[in-house]
C-alpha cells in the first residue's frame, strides 16, 4: 500500500486538503494507480446477502469501501464509506460500523438499514458506485484483519464436487458443543450437456426401513448402469441420516445426542422458513428453522444441495403404514405417490397420476390415491391436513406454497418393514416403483 501511495503525484493530495470531490475521470485515475491490488466485487446485486458474507470480506480482506445514500437529514449527495465492523448488540440487533468520508466519525446503522442505503447509492450508471472495492489479500498488510466476532465467524460453506461419489461433511459448533454428521451423494451426469438437474432423496425417517430399500434399490440402477440415457443430471442422497443412525446404533448416545431423532426437532420439518435462503436463515452463525431450532448437519447438506444444483424435479422416498379407514388415510395420509407442484402446474400432476395408474395396474392400488379417486378428490395432491398446514416438503420450505422452485413428487411405499428379500410381494411392489420412476418420472 506505502508503494502505491508513494507513486502518487500531488494531485490528489492537493483535491483532499481542499475538501474537494473527485470527479469520474478522477477516481479512474485514482483507482488504476493501484492497478491489480484493488478489487470491484458486486456482492450487492445479491438479494439474499447475510451478515455473514459482510463478515466474511472483513475476515478475509479486512475493511471495504461502498458507496451509501447519504443519512436521511443530511442532503449530502452518495458518497462512499469504509466498512470496519459487523456484530449483534444485546438487543441482537446486526449492526455495521463504518467510517464516514464525510465528517470522519465512525457511526453505526442496523443491518437492513445499512442496505437500503447501499441500494439507493448505486441506482446510479457510473459502474465505480456500484461496486464493492476492497484490497487483494495477497496486498494486507500482515495483521491488519478487522476482527471478526465469533458470533460472525463466516458460516460453513459446503462444497460440491461433481464426482461420481461424494462423502460431504459439515461440521459446526453450537453451544461450545461440535455437530459434525456426514452424507453420501451420488451424481450422475446426462448423455446431454444442457440437461436440467433433478434429485432423488431418501432415508430422512431412519424408522422407514422399506423406503430406505426401495432408495438403495433405485440407487443400483444408477451405479450399475441399467439405468442409461436419462435426459437429466441426478443428484442422489440414498440415505440422508443413515451415517448418522449407524454411528448412534453402534455408540449408544447420551440424552442430549438422542434429541437428534426424537419428535422436538423431526427430520423432515427442521427445515428453513418459507421462502428463506439457507443463508438468511442463519442468525450468530447457527442455521435456525422455522420453529428457531438449530438446523441439523444434514439438512444443511441437503438444503445446500437443493439451492446448488436447482433441481427442476425432486423425489422424496418415505414409507407409510396402511390406515384402517378412508377418513383416517386422508387425515394422517397413507401409501402413495403425489405431487407439490409447482404453481400446482397441470403437468406435474398429470405425471404423477400415470404414475400411480401404473402402479395400479401392476395390482397395487395405493390406498390414499385409491381413497382421493372414490371422493373425487385431486388424486396426486397430498390432502393431509397437518401436512397441509406445515408444509408437505421439506417443512414449508420446500413447497411451491412456500417459495420452493422444485416439482416435489412423494412415494410413500406400502408399510415400513424391509421384507424384500424373502416377501414376494414387496419385492413386486418395490420393483414397481423403480419401474414409473424410470417411466415417468425420468423422462422429458
Known sequence: MNDKLSVMNNKFLELYKGNKALSISDKIELVTLFGDDLVFDDIFTNSSISPYDLASILENFGNF????????????QNHAVLVCDISYDIKENCIVKYYDTIDGN????NFTDFL???????????????AVIRLQSNSMESGKKSGIPSSLTPF???NF???QTQIVTFTQKIDNKTLSEKVEIHYFPSHNEDSENILILGGVHQTEKKAIKLSNLLLDKFTQSVFTNIEFNIIFIPDLFGKRYARLKSNPPNNNERECFDSKRP??????????????????NVALDSKNRYIRPE???LVSAIEYFKPVRILNIHGHSIEPTDDDAIRDGAPSITVDALNDNTSAHIRALKMVDEMKNKGFDLQLNKVLRIKNMMVTKYPNTTALNDGISFGQWGSSAGGG????FLIETIGNKDDFDTNQTTKDELNGFIDVVKSHFLTL
Do not use: A, H, Y
Open 65 to 76: 469501501w461502498v458507496t451509501i445514500d447519504s443519512e436521511p437529514s443530511n442532503r449530502m
Open 106 to 109: 465512525v457511526k453505526e446503522i
Open 116 to 130: 437500503i442505503r447501499v441500494k439507493e447509492g448505486n441506482n446510479s450508471s457510473d459502474s465505480l458506485k456500484t
Open 156 to 158: 460453513p460453506i459446503v
Open 161 to 163: 464436487n461433481l464426482n
Open 267 to 284: 427430520t423432515n420439518r427442521n427445515f428453513p422458513n418459507k421462502s428463506v435462503s439457507l443463508n438468511n436463515s442463519i442468525k450468530k
Open 299 to 301: 439438512n444443511i447438506i
Open 405 to 408: 422452485d422444485s416439482d416435489v
